[in-house]
C-alpha cells in the first residue's frame, strides 16, 4: 500500500527545508511506501530549484512544474491527477495542518474509512479570519446543496477509489472542499489542533478569501438567483399593496399622492436592487462562459521524477 502526500507549492523557498525535515520521519514512521509530489504553482523565486534539488536525493519525490501560476484548488487538482498512491493527502507547505496525525489518519483508512477528515479543534488565525470562517460556515451550511464539514480544510485522507471519482468532475471554478465533499463516501474524523505557520507569510489575503467564499457559494448552491425571485414577488407585493393604499387615500379621504422624494427613494432602491441582481446573474453566466472554453485547467511545464535514477 503507498501513501500520497499532495502539496502546492508558491513562493515557498523558505519553508521547503522545513517541510522535508518534518515530512520524512514521519511518513518513515508509518511503515507504508509514500511518495510526495510537489506542485510548483508558478513560483517567481527559487521554490522550483530547490524542489529539484531535493528531488535528486529523495526518490519518492514527484515534482509538477506550472508553466505559470494557476491557483492552490488548480494546484491540488494537479496533484490529485499525478498521485499514484493506494490513498492520497492533499496538505499545505506551511505546515499548520499538523503532519503528526498522519498515522491516526492511515489507521482509520485500515479500517475500512474511504475518507478521513482532519477536524480542526482550535487555529491561530486572526480574530477577523476566525470571524468570516464561521460566517461562511453558517452560511454555507444553509444555502449550499451539498454538507461541508465545519472547521475542515483540504487537509484529508481520500482513497483510491474516491480519488478516481473526483478526478471526473473538471470544472473550472474549482472549490476544492466542496468537490471532496460531493463524492461523499464513509468518512471518519481525527481532531487535530492547528498550528501557527512555521516559515513565510500567507499567499491568502482578504481579498483572495472572499474570492474563495464567492466561488464555493455560486459553484454549489442556486440560492443567490433563487432570492432574486423570492424579492421580485416580495417588491412587486408591497408595491401593489401600496398602490391600493395611495388610491383609498386618494378616493375616500382626498389625501394627496407623495411626491418627488418619495419617488425618488423608490426609483433608488429598485434601481440599487436591479444591479444586484445583475451581479448575481453576472456571477452565473460567467461561469458558464469558462466553462464552455474548454481550455485545460492547467499547462505542465516540467514534471521532474526520481532525478538520480534518470539515466537508468
Same mark, same amino acid.
Request: charged share 25%; hydrophobic share 45%; aromatic share 12%.
Given at each position: 500500500?503507498?501513501?500520497?502526500? /499532495?502539496? +502546492?507549492?508558491?513562493? *515557498?523557498?523558505?519553508?521547503?527545508?522545513?517541510?522535508?525535515?518534518?515530512?520524512? +520521519?514521519?511518513?518513515?514512521?508509518?511503515?507504508?511506501?509514500?511518495?510526495?509530489?510537489?506542485?510548483?504553482?508558478?513560483?517567481?523565486?527559487?521554490?522550483?530549484?530547490?524542489?529539484?534539488?531535493?528531488?535528486?536525493?529523495?526518490?519518492?519525490?514527484?515534482?509538477?512544474?506550472?508553466?505559470?501560476?494557476?491557483?492552490?484548488?488548480?494546484?491540488?487538482?494537479?496533484?490529485?491527477?499525478?498521485? @499514484?498512491?493506494?490513498?492520497?493527502?492533499?496538505?499545505?507547505?506551511?505546515?499548520?495542518?499538523?503532519?503528526?496525525?498522519? +498515522?491516526?489518519?492511515?489507521?482509520?483508512?485500515?479500517?475500512?474509512?474511504?475518507?478521513?477528515?482532519?477536524?480542526?479543534?482550535?487555529?491561530?488565525?486572526?480574530?477577523?479570519?476566525?470571524?468570516?470562517?464561521?460566517?461562511?460556515?453558517?452560511?454555507?451550511?444553509?444555502?449550499?446543496?451539498?454538507?461541508?464539514?465545519?472547521?475542515?480544510?483540504?487537509?484529508?485522507?481520500?482513497?483510491?477509489? /474516491?480519488?478516481?471519482?473526483?478526478?471526473?468532475?473538471?470544472?473550472?471554478?474549482?472549490?476544492?472542499?466542496?468537490?471532496?465533499?460531493?463524492?461523499?463516501?464513509?468518512?471518519?474524523?481525527?481532531?487535530?489542533?492547528?498550528?501557527?505557520?512555521?516559515?513565510?507569510?500567507?499567499?491568502?489575503?482578504?481579498?483572495?478569501?472572499?474570492?474563495?467564499?464567492?466561488? &464555493?457559494?455560486?459553484?454549489?448552491?442556486?440560492?443567490?438567483?433563487?432570492?432574486?425571485?423570492?424579492?421580485?414577488?416580495?417588491?412587486?407585493?408591497?408595491?401593489? @399593496?401600496?398602490?391600493?393604499?395611495?388610491?383609498?387615500?386618494?378616493?375616500?379621504?382626498?389625501?394627496?399622492?407623495?411626491?418627488?422624494?418619495?419617488?425618488?427613494? /423608490?426609483?433608488?432602491?429598485? &434601481?440599487?436592487?436591479?444591479?444586484?441582481?445583475?451581479?448575481?446573474?453576472? *456571477?452565473?453566466?460567467?461561469?458558464?462562459?469558462?466553462?464552455?472554453?474548454?481550455?485545460?485547467?492547467?499547462?505542465?511545464?516540467?514534471?521532474?521524477?526520481?532525478?538520480?535514477?534518470?539515466?537508468?
Amino acid at each position: 500500500m503507498k501513501i500520497s502526500i /499532495v502539496t +502546492p507549492f508558491y513562493n *515557498e523557498e523558505d519553508g521547503i527545508k522545513t517541510y522535508f525535515a518534518t515530512m520524512i +520521519p514521519i511518513l518513515e514512521s508509518t511503515g507504508m511506501e509514500y511518495e510526495i509530489v510537489a506542485i510548483d504553482d508558478g513560483s517567481k523565486d527559487k521554490t522550483f530549484n530547490i524542489l529539484q534539488a531535493k528531488a535528486s536525493e529523495l526518490k519518492q519525490l514527484k515534482i509538477i512544474k506550472f508553466s505559470r501560476n494557476f491557483g492552490k484548488e488548480i494546484a491540488v487538482t494537479a496533484g490529485i491527477d499525478h498521485a @499514484i498512491g493506494d490513498a492520497v493527502i492533499p496538505m499545505d507547505a506551511d505546515l499548520q495542518d499538523s503532519p503528526e496525525i498522519l +498515522p491516526q489518519m492511515i489507521q482509520k483508512w485500515q479500517e475500512g474509512y474511504k475518507v478521513v477528515l482532519a477536524e480542526r479543534t482550535s487555529r491561530h488565525d486572526p480574530l477577523l479570519k476566525k470571524i468570516t470562517a464561521s460566517i461562511f460556515y453558517k452560511i454555507a451550511s444553509k444555502i449550499m446543496d451539498i454538507k461541508i464539514p465545519k472547521n475542515v480544510g483540504d487537509f484529508r485522507l481520500l482513497d483510491k477509489a /474516491v480519488v478516481a471519482e473526483i478526478r471526473k468532475l473538471r470544472e473550472r471554478n474549482r472549490f476544492m472542499r466542496g468537490i471532496l465533499s460531493w463524492v461523499g463516501y464513509n468518512t471518519a474524523i481525527v481532531k487535530y489542533e492547528r498550528k501557527q505557520r512555521v516559515e513565510g507569510e500567507t499567499k491568502y489575503n482578504y481579498k483572495s478569501m472572499t474570492k474563495y467564499a464567492f466561488d &464555493g457559494i455560486f459553484s454549489f448552491s442556486a440560492f443567490p438567483i433563487r432570492i432574486i425571485t423570492y424579492c421580485g414577488v416580495a417588491i412587486s407585493s408591497l408595491s401593489f @399593496i401600496y398602490g391600493i393604499i395611495i388610491i383609498i387615500s386618494k378616493l375616500f379621504f382626498d389625501i394627496g399622492i407623495p411626491g418627488y422624494a418619495s419617488i425618488m427613494s /423608490v426609483m433608488l432602491f429598485l &434601481g440599487g436592487i436591479n444591479f444586484i441582481f445583475i451581479g448575481v446573474i453576472g *456571477e452565473y453566466v460567467g461561469r458558464i462562459f469558462n466553462e464552455v472554453k474548454e481550455r485545460p485547467l492547467y499547462i505542465v511545464e516540467e514534471i521532474v521524477e526520481n532525478v538520480s535514477n534518470n539515466e537508468l
